[in-house]
């Protein structure tokens, strides 16, 4: 971790990882005894379609009844043990369906049948859990058409390797994947965002346009990429009207892989950071246990200490090793007890180190009182709650060790609940 | 399905900087250490007295309004402690206990936990209670009178502020800069050597415990008024050299106004919330009735802060 330099009148600044670092090639993790996946979905009552028992193939989609729209794409072929709800984030609830796997792999033919005649509707039939995790929502929305597809090459977030080295190694699958998009949605104008030191490696391999960003944090954070592109960000009705699609570099492999192939990718590839800091670079099928994972690499993990899903300044900590790694799990961190830092509530006295790192000229010292005090719209309305491009830097320079970012992440969920339950009763 | 460790939960970001409140409070103590140690030289054990009196004083009373109010225990941060300990600084050796402790209550409780505790003051907890001190107990407050007993080995026994105030620059022709700078001269038992009070403030710039516009543009705001004063009649304004190193200029610069809650963040709302306290701070010395402005201009500053830190950079991505 890295901490306060002596002269605390200097700005802390980080850096992405860069192609150049990433030293070793991916460990491919062999295919654990179970595996978990989870279907966005509540599971009100059960399925007509899944049962425990049923067997399933590599690849095979899964849906929980007849005419769902949403569904998952099995990683392994097995039988399923069980189905459950899951209590995912800010209360949302899925479906976790657990499959103990067999030691051979057959795959499923279902999606074969769908390359020769690409289509919108395949892809949303059989990606959004694709390794990238892409949404084709926006793809679909017809009032609010797409002119650029901004594909996001960078990590997402400091010492994660993985997004870069998809970029790297998959050059080849992202191009098939680009002529796909292409295809289906007669868009032309596709970006790619890569980090400037790397721009060289890229240009002209690719076919699309090369969009450079500076490789220190936060100015490769989605948000700050889709600001510098257009020049607005999103507010409490989405990145909709702006016109733009993000979809990952990696999400956009997956699908030229699989439009050359015939077969869904169900590797995910992970940056493993241990307790020292040491990375190594991990490839596993969706569903994978965490504890497995940190066994193949040596990492052990102790009462009280932390794993975390994705980087240090944006990522999940989670709370048991049984949970799964999901589509788009770029990074497991683990954080010794010793150094874990707490947050307090004490209130915000007014140093000012949040403002002077803001990269977003937020007000941050004005607004948390606000959101602290749940006064969301006001925190909207007058102190720019969506000017935040969501990089963590305020939380990790405040004096008081306030969970700002947490403030911040929470307002904007809930004014978006709101405005989506105001266009529920307009229709 | 559930694992036996328990892990530890919480929302990004995972790491932290390591800054604090109590290395604040401390590195600011630490900071004001030196002009007090001057202090205690000169004035002997009285002065070490008044410091060890105000800075357990401004504990407990927040011990006990923090029970009083039944809430947290607040002590720890040290917050109290440095209250105390600048207030201490500005009070002269020869201030009596019950001075003191009057002080710190009005620093702590009136100051600070009345408003909500650390963060909520809309003044510097400091810089009200002496100003209500020097209000109601003009005498205690009064260098000249409080220091009437002491043997000091100064070039003048007189209070160089209170001299300039009754006679006008012909009085402090005997102050030379340097007697000031090093703390030469009756004053308040920390608030005398300017040196000494320098490098504590250049060190708590230096590790960005204090805001350095707002240091500078109050210097520069009582250096250049002080100026324009000068020029404009020297037999009636002192120089601008004497008004920076005499009272309460450079503690008020270096520790009074940059208290973080009741000062701006932004560039130019710290730019004119200085450059308006040093402006009125010769205002009240050249032309006001006080001896010394510093205290007042503060707490006129504090009034405005909320106001000027409007002025803020555009947010990004904001189409209005």
Known sequence: ?427 | MNSKKTLIVSHAPFWHDGSGIPERSYHTIIAALPAALVGIAYYGVPALGVICLAVSSAILWELLFNYAGKRPITVGDGNAAMTGFLLAMLLPASAPWWLVLLGTFLAIVIGMQIFGGIGANPFCPVALAVAILMVSYTTHLDFDAGLVNFSLDFPSPTDPMAALKAFGPAAIENFRPMDLLMGLHVGGLGSGCGLAIIIGGVYLILRGFIRWEISISFIAGIFVTAMLFNMADPARYASPIFHLLAGYTLIGAFFLATESSSSPVNVIPMIVYGVMGGIMTVLIRNIGVWVDGVIFAILLINLINPLVDKIRPKAIGKVA
């Open chain 1, 1 to 427: 971790m890295r901490k306060r330099s002596f002269f605390g009148l200097s700005k802390p600044s980080f850096h992405y990882e860069l192609a150049t670092d990433i030293a070793a090639t991916p460990v491919a993790i062999p295919t654990p005894e179970t595996v978990q996946i989870y279907i966005k979905q509540e599971l009100t009552r059960s399925s007509k379609i899944l049962k425990t028992g049923m067997s399933v193939k590599t690849g095979q989609r899964l849906q929980l009844n007849e005419g769902d729209s949403i569904g998952t794409i099995s990683s392994v072929t097995g039988t399923i043990v069980s189905i459950e709800p899951f209590l995912a984030d800010y209360g949302q609830t899925w479906t976790a369906i657990t499959i103990e796997t067999e030691s051979s792999d057959i795959m499923d033919t279902e999606f074969a049948d769908f390359i020769e005649t690409p289509s919108l509707e395949t892809l949303n039939r059989f990606f959004p859990t694709c390794p990238g995790e892409p949404d084709f929502q926006p793809l679909m929305d017809e009032r609010n058409p797409v002119k650029t597809i901004v594909i996001y090459g960078g990590n997402a977030d400091i010492l994660i390797d993985t997004g870069l080295l998809v970029l790297k190694t998959k050059a080849d699958a992202v191009n098939e994947g680009i002529e796909v998009l292409r295809k289906i949605t007669g868009i032309e104008e596709v970006v790619i965002v890569v980090p400037e030191e790397s721009v060289q490696n890229y240009s002209g391999h690719l076919d699309a346009r090369i969009q450079s960003v500076s490789s220190q944090y936060p100015y490769a954070q989605p948000l700050m990429v889709l600001y510098n592109l257009t020049g607005r960000l999103p507010d409490e009705n989405g990145a909709a009207s702006l016109g733009t699609y993000f979809i990952r570099a990696e999400a956009v492999a997956s699908i030229g892989e699989a439009f050359v192939t015939g077969r869904l990718p169900v590797n995910k590839t992970i940056t493993v950071i241990d307790k020292q800091g040491n990375k190594h670079l991990a490839c596993a099928r969706i569903g994978t246990p965490v504890g497995k994972m940190l066994d193949t690499f040596g990492v052990e993990v102790n009462d009280q200490d932390k794993i975390i899903f994705g980087g240090p300044m944006t990522g999940n900590a989670i709370y048991s090793e049984d949970l799964p790694i999901g589509p788009d799990t770029d990074a497991i961190m683990v954080q010794d007890k010793a150094i874990i830092p707490l947050y307090s509530d004490y209130p915000c006295i007014n140093c000012g180190d949040c403002v002077h790192i803001c990269p977003a000229n937020v007000p941050v010292n004005l607004i948390v009182r606000f959101l602290a005090a749940g006064q969301y719209t006001e925190g909207a309305d007058m102190y720019d709650l969506y000017s935040c491009i969501e990089c963590g830097l305020c939380s990790y320079v405040c004096s008081s060790r306030i969970p700002i970012y947490q403030y911040i992440k929470l307002a904007k969920y809930e004014l978006g609940r709101i405005t989506s339950a105001e266009e529920m009763n307009e229709q």
